[in-house]
Each structure stands twice: as C-alpha cells, then as structure tokens.
C-alpha cells in the first residue's frame, strides 16, 4: 500500500513556496471547470473588483463559508478586527446572493476566551440584512480530551436566509435508524406508535448532527497537506437541503474543495476561491482526481505526489525535515 503523506503545508513556508511552482493558477487568476463551469478563483474574500470578474451577472442559491479563524491571519488579533474583515465578506457574498437563498458559516468559539468571535460574530450579522434561521452544532469528536474540562467536541454552523429559500425536507434525515418506539400519540381513536406514523426509519438531523465523522487520516476524504477540512457528508447535506440541481453554490474559502467535490457528486455548479494558490490547485486536483479515480480525496498520499517524487530538492527536504521517503 502507498504511504505518502505530506506534512501541514500553512506550518511550513518553506514546503508551501517550493510547491507554489506547482499550482496552475496566481493571484488574481480564475480557473474555469470545462467540463461542469465550476470555477476556482485565486481572489480574496474581500475584494470585490475582483470578486465581481468571477461571477459577472451570476447569482447563488446557497452561499457556504468556513473562515479562517485562529489561523495564521487572526493568530494574534482580537474578536473585534476578525468581525469587521467578516462583515466586508459578508457584505460581498451578498451582493452575488439571489433574492431568495440562503447563508451558511462555519464558526469557532474559542472557549478560553470569551467564546470569541461567536458573539460578535452574530451581532455583526444582525445589520446586514440576513435573517437568522438556525444555530447548528455538529459533533466533531477527534479523540482523547483534556482530563479537566468538558472535551471540546462541537463545531458551530450558522443558517441565515434572504427572502424565502427553498429547505429540502427530504434530505434532513440522517443514515440512523429509529430504534425507539412508543405510544405517544393517539390518531383517530387509535394508538400509533411514532415509527408509523413518521415519514422515514430514520432520525431527523435536526440541528445537533451527530451522525458525521471528523475528517482524520484514515478516511477516503483525508486530504493530505491540509488543516482544517470539513466533512464531506455535513456540506452534501447542506448543499442537499438549501440548492436544487444546476444551482450556484459559493464558497469563498475553499482550502481543500470540500464545496466545491460536493457541488460536483451533487450536480450544482460551484464558484469557490482562496487567497493561497496551493489551495486552489489542491481543490482543483481534487476535483480532477475525483473524476479519474473516483477517490473523494487522498488517504495514503497527496495532491503532489507525482511532483515531489520527481523532483530532488523537495524529496531531499521531506526526508531531512520529516524522516518521509519518497
Ligand atoms: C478553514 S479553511 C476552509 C476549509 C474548507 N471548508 C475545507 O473543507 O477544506 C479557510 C481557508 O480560507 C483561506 N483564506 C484565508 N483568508 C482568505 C481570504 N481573505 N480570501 C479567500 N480565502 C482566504 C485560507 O487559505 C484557507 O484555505
């Protein structure tokens, strides 16, 4: 079995720039899908000339966002400066929203510090014109926790609305059977248990969802290289439950192109950018690697295997550096 896996390419600049030479696009680049007009564009988030060049007249039903937070841009930076660069995205994703859709955002609490930017987070969102909808907490359980706090296992996803989208009932079950039974209902004069009278076998994801796996390095969807990967079956569920097919699904931090592999199985077009062209090459692969293997990501090797075997000064850098053999 192959093993190639490559360290956290955001801790190290070095790994990151002699890869750069590797990636199709720079800054400012839009690569355009042929086959399904995805596009990935090396823009940022909040620079709307160039946002503008991506989506010309096109507007989205679902727009899908996981910015960063606690990462290298907002390290050292309180609450405050992370929601006023928030609200200039927020702002833009907007302008390319249909007058019915509907927003979603990943977002951390930071539980040593005031649960920010949480809370700032969501009085920003009040004056910009989104309804709220929903407060969703996924279980991202990872492993062993600390010994002298609660284990830190939730992962938060606001869903707010413009207008009046569509929600997708029959995609809010979960693949867990309803085992309970019980006779709490009386219809007609008759007593039926909940089983008979609900519309599936299974339970409704309602909004704690604990029936999804955190992405770790022995799953098919591992995206080697990166960091801070969503689980492929929350964002299908997303994308199932707010878009109908052929509609736009954006993403503006797309990092290993979890949005925009769940807008292809799922046969929406997606528009996605990210700031770093190692990013955007890594989504991009992964679309391509998809549609040649099938495979949703890379568990024993990387999006650049091909390239560092061939390539001296990155093999020799790997073994010194991590001790990996190529
Ligand atoms: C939390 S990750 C997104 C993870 C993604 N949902 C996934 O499943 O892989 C955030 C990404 O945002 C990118 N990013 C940071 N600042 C940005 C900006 N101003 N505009 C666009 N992308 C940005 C980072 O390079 C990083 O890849």
């Not at 823009?43 to 946002?51: A, G, P, Q, T």
């Not at 390319?96 to 649960?115: C, E, P």
């Not at 339970?203 to 990166?226: M, P, T, Y």
């Not at 679309?287 to 495979?295: A, I, K, V």
Request: hydrophobic share 35%.
């Amino acid at each position: 079995m192959k093993n190639y896996p490559i360290p956290r390419i955001d801790r190290d600049s070095k790994l990151h720039d002699m890869l750069l030479k590797y990636c199709r696009i720079s800054y400012g680049d839009i690569w355009i899908d042929k086959k399904n007009k995805h596009k990935v564009g090396c823009l940022d988030s909040n620079n709307l000339i160039d946002l503008k060049k991506m989506f010309g007249h096109k507007k989205a039903t679902l727009a899908l966002h996981d910015p960063p937070y606690n990462m290298v841009a907002f390290q050292e930076s309180d609450a405050d400066e992370f929601v006023e660069w928030s609200k200039g995205w927020i702002d833009n994703s907007k302008m390319f929203m249909q007058k019915d859709s509907s927003l979603y955002v990943w977002l951390g609490a930071d539980q040593k510090n005031h649960f920010q930017p949480f809370a700032e987070f969501i009085l920003m969102l009040k004056n910009t014109g989104f309804k709220s909808r929903s407060f969703i907490t996924m279980r991202n359980q990872r492993g062993y926790g600390t010994q002298q706090n609660w284990m830190s296992i939730r992962q938060e996803l606001l869903y707010y609305t413009l207008g009046n989208p569509e929600f997708n009932i029959e995609s809010v079950y979960t693949d867990i059977p309803k085992v309970v039974k019980g006779y709490y209902k009386e219809v007609a004069g008759k007593k039926t248990e909940n089983l008979e009278r609900s519309k599936s076998d299974n339970i409704r994801s309602g909004n704690v969802w604990i029936d999804i796996q955190q992405v770790f390095h022995l799953l098919d969807e591992n995206v080697n290289g990166c960091f801070a990967q969503k689980p492929l079956k929350a964002i299908k569920r997303v994308i199932d439950v707010s878009s109908s097919k052929g509609d736009l699904v954006i993403d503006f931090f797309a990092h290993s192109g979890t949005t925009l592999l769940a807008s292809e199985i799922l046969e929406r077009q997606c528009y996605t950018t990210d700031i770093d062209p190692i990013y955007c090459e890594i989504s991009i692969r992964r679309l391509e690697n998809f549609r040649n293997t099938g495979n949703l990501g890379w568990q024993n090797t990387n999006p650049f295997e091909e390239e560092i075997k061939n390539n001296k000064e990155l093999r020799k850098y790997l073994k010194e550096k991590y001790s990996l053999e190529y």
